[in-house]
């Protein structure tokens, strides 16, 4: 009887993430995190990053099938990151060229660290800033507000983010290599 009347208890196994998952995050997590706080409110950007990685975890065998995993990756991650945010008031003639704008003119990546976090060739992105170009009336897609009253970084050629570490993140040290 005694056994009846004692709580169960049980561990939950830890859950072991396969190496290759492991470094893509380590190697990616700072260019998508400030994509994504590019796009959500402070209070939002880890509930937003966290649920995006877990869709990447969840479908990793199907991104290591493919020729282009770390375009995929991006592709899936950026779908869900815009499922839960809206696209900031940034004029482009593709989605891929609004990413690299956000990445390259709001986040500070360098054209390098955008190909590699969007897995498209440099010579991709560095054409699809090239191309781009401000909206007659930039003033107002600048200034443009989110619904929860925040303004989000102005956007103008030329300008970079910069962290402690650098562009996205990266030391200066692995940002030349």
């Given at each position: ?119 498209r060739p440099p010579e991709k992105i560095r ?34 983010r910069m962290s402690d570490n650098g562009p996205c993140g990266v ?7």
């Amino acid at each position: 009887m005694t056994a009846l009347s004692e709580a169960r208890t049980h561990s939950v196994p830890g859950i072991v993430l396969p190496a290759a998952l492991q470094a893509f995050h380590t190697l990616q997590e700072p260019a998508y995190r400030l994509y994504t706080e590019a796009h959500t409110a402070p209070a939002e950007s880890s509930l937003v990053l966290g649920r995006a990685f877990g869709e990447l975890a969840a479908h990793w065998s199907q991104i290591m099938l493919r020729t282009d995993p770390a375009a995929y990756a991006w592709d899936l991650f950026t779908t869900t990151v815009h499922a839960s945010a809206k696209r900031l008031a940034v004029p482009a003639t593709s989605r891929l060229q609004y990413e690299a704008v956000v990445l390259h003119h709001i986040t500070g990546c360098t054209i390098h660290r955008a190909s590699e976090t969007t897995g498209r060739p440099p010579e991709k992105i560095r054409h699809l800033l090239r191309t781009w170009p401000p909206s007659a009336d930039s003033k107002e897609s600048e200034r443009t507000e989110r619904e929860d009253g925040t303004i989000p970084r102005r956007i103008t050629r030329g300008w970079r983010r910069m962290s402690d570490n650098g562009p996205c993140g990266v030391s200066p040290r692995s940002a030349s290599s």
